[in-house]
Every structure is written in structure tokens, then in C-alpha cells.
């Protein structure tokens, strides 16, 4: 069995090597025809805005403890550059509140109702691993309020809650059913309990993968979060007794948002077998591997001495 820290660590490494991996086959011909020339790093192969933002939301709970949104508004504002491939909404956003606007002014800005895309689900891994399952309602309201200074629509939100809590449980050992039944007392919307519904439908007579195609089709494969959280749940799931190539191929079969999908389901996968089950020839292939090792050990050693005291995510504000 893997040790809290090897699961924190896995689920991190994950997520960016389910990003870097599966950033080539994202989108259309034009968008895979740029990444093969900004895919690459000295050699190495380039993540994306998903991890980008993940280790800015992993940055900013090491710094305040606590989920403390101008900070994290701050962060993701600083750290943005078009090269990642942001979402055309995002890349907006954020560019405004580089120039001063306030984040509860810009994440209105673009869409009025919030944006409903997967990039608030994309970073909420961090999220669960930090504050845990123990007190699910103090995690969900802490990923809310990390969410919405991007994705302020409830669809957006609750794909973030869903990655979050699913991360959280699955770190602890939990079972496939249990996840589902406490997803489901998380989640606010009818479009994201939908298709709980058929994941579980799906995954849970057999507790194997259903053909991808059919996962693409029944569970969705696109750019919003009602389209890719369940998923990468699904396949995180279906996958994690797998070898972690066999999560990415299965992924990329899935098609769609690659990078994002597999940076959500590498996320559950990693939390599931921890770090040292990842193989090492793809960690070597890794744009700033050690950077990214260094932040996951140093994150994991604070979680796990937060759970050791007893203490908790800091109680001021969230
Ligand atoms: N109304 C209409 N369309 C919307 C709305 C809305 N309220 N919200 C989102 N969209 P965005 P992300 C559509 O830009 O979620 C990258 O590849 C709209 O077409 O907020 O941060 C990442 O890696 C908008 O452009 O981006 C992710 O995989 C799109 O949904 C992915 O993009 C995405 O919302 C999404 O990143
Ligand atoms: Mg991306």
C-alpha cells in the first residue's frame, strides 16, 4: 500500500505527465499542428495551463495555509502566458486582473453567469489532497471559493468539487461506490449528477473500462466541465489497477480535451498508486521534473504533518 506522502506526490506527478502527454492530441489539426512547436521544453515535453495552475494553487495553500483567493487570483494572474494554451475566456480573464481589475469584477467579465469550463476542475486536485474528505463540507466550500475567482458558474464549480472530493477519497483508499454516493452528496447541479448517474451505470457492474469510444459519447470529451469531470473520474477509476500507460492511451482513445482529461484522471490515478508505481521514463521526459518533484514533496510533508498534529487546514476564513 502506498504511504499518504507517495499518494500526494503520485497524484501531482500524475496529473502533469497526464497534462504533458496528453497536450499533443488536444483539439483540432491546427491546434495539434501549434503544439508540435510549442510542445516542447529543452527537449523535454511541455505541460500546459493545468499544471501551470496547479502549482499555483500548490504554491499558494504552502504560503497561507488556507484556500485565500486574492492570493491565488494574484498567482494564477502572474503565472499566465499564452503559450500554456489557456482558455480563450481565461486567458482574458486573467490578463485583467494582471492589469489591476479586481478578480470578483473580471471572473464576470467575459461571461456574466461564470464560465462553466473545466479549467477550475483541472487544478482542484491540490485542493483535495490538502484539506482531505474527513470534513467533506469544509473541503467543498474551500473549492468553491478557489474555483469561482475563475469559474464562478455552478457547473464550473462542481466539476472542481467533483475532481476535488474523488482525489481526496481515493488518497484515503476508499471504494469506487463510496466515491460515487459522497460525489453525489457534493455536487449542486442537475448536469453533473446526470452523468454521475451513467458513470456509475457504467462502471460499477464490472468495475472494468468500457470501450472509449462509448465513454466519449456517453460521458463527453470537450472543453466544459460537464463534458470531461466525470470522465476523467470514470476513467481514473476504470484504470487504476492499470499501468499508467495504459491510463494515457486510454485517454487519448477518449479523444477531446486530452490534456485536461488525462491531467484530472492522472490526478485520481497518482492518488490511487502513488509515485513511485509512475514510470520512470516518462518522469525523465518531463519539463522541470525536478522542480515539480521538489514542490510535491515539499507539499506532501506539510499535509501529512497538518493530519499528523490533528491540526487542519488553518480555521480563519477557509
Ligand atoms: N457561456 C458560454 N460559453 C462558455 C461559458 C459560458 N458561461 N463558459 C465557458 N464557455 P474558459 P477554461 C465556453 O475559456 O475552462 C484549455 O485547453 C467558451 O467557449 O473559461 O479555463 C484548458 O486546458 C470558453 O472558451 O477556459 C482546458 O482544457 C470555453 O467554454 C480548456 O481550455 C472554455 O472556458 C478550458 O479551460
Ligand atoms: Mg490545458
Not at 505541460?47 to 484556500?67: F, G, H, N, P, Y
Not at 463510496?178 to 451513467?198: C, G, H, P, Y
Not at 522541470?288 to 501529512?304: C, D, G, K, S, T
Request: hydrophobic share 40%; glycine share 10%; with cysteine.
Amino acid at each position: 500500500m502506498p504511504t499518504h506522502h507517495d499518494r500526494i506526490c503520485g497524484a501531482v506527478l500524475a496529473s502533469a505527465l497526464g497534462d504533458a502527454f496528453g497536450a499533443p492530441y488536444e483539439g483540432g489539426v491546427l491546434e495539434q499542428l501549434l503544439w508540435r512547436i510549442l510542445g516542447r521544453q529543452q527537449g523535454k515535453r511541455r505541460w500546459t495551463d493545468d499544471t501551470q495552475m496547479s502549482v499555483d494553487v500548490i504554491e499558494s495553500l504552502l504560503a497561507c495555509k488556507r484556500v485565500d483567493q486574492d492570493d491565488l487570483a494574484q498567482r494564477f494572474a502572474q503565472s499566465y502566458r499564452w503559450s500554456r494554451g489557456y482558455g480563450p475566456g481565461a486567458a482574458k480573464l486573467l490578463k485583467r486582473i494582471r492589469q489591476g481589475e479586481p478578480w470578483q469584477v473580471a471572473h464576470r467579465a467575459i461571461y456574466a453567469n461564470g464560465s462553466f469550463g473545466n479549467g477550475g476542475a483541472m487544478r482542484a486536485a491540490p485542493l483535495g489532497l490538502f484539506y482531505g474528505a474527513a470534513q467533506r463540507e469544509q473541503l467543498v466550500q474551500a473549492v468553491q471559493a478557489a474555483t469561482r475567482i475563475t469559474h464562478a458558474h455552478p457547473v464550473g464549480l462542481d466539476g472542481a468539487v467533483l475532481i476535488a472530493v474523488s482525489v481526496a477519497l481515493v488518497s484515503q483508499g476508499a471504494s469506487a461506490p463510496e466515491i460515487f454516493k459522497q460525489v453525489r452528496l457534493s455536487l449542486e447541479t442537475v448536469d453533473m449528477l446526470n452523468r454521475l448517474a451513467v458513470a456509475k451505470q457504467l462502471l460499477l457492474p464490472t468495475l472494468s473500462p468500457a470501450p472509449p469510444q462509448l465513454v466519449a459519447r456517453e460521458l463527453g470529451n470537450g472543453i466544459r466541465a460537464k463534458d470531461s469531470c466525470v470522465t476523467a473520474l470514470y476513467i481514473g477509476l476504470a484504470l487504476r489497477e492499470a499501468p499508467f500507460s495504459g491510463l494515457l492511451s486510454y485517454t487519448r482513445a477518449v479523444g477531446g480535451d486530452t490534456d485536461t482529461i488525462g491531467a484530472m484522471a492522472g490526478a485520481i490515478w497518482g492518488a490511487a498508486c502513488g509515485y513511485r508505481q509512475l514510470p520512470e521514463k516518462l518522469l525523465q521526459e518531463l519539463e522541470q521534473r525536478q522542480y515539480l518533484e521538489r514542490l510535491a514533496r515539499r507539499f506532501a510533508e506539510a499535509v501529512v504533518q497538518m493530519d499528523g498534529q490533528g491540526s487542519g487546514p488553518s480555521s480563519e476564513g477557509i
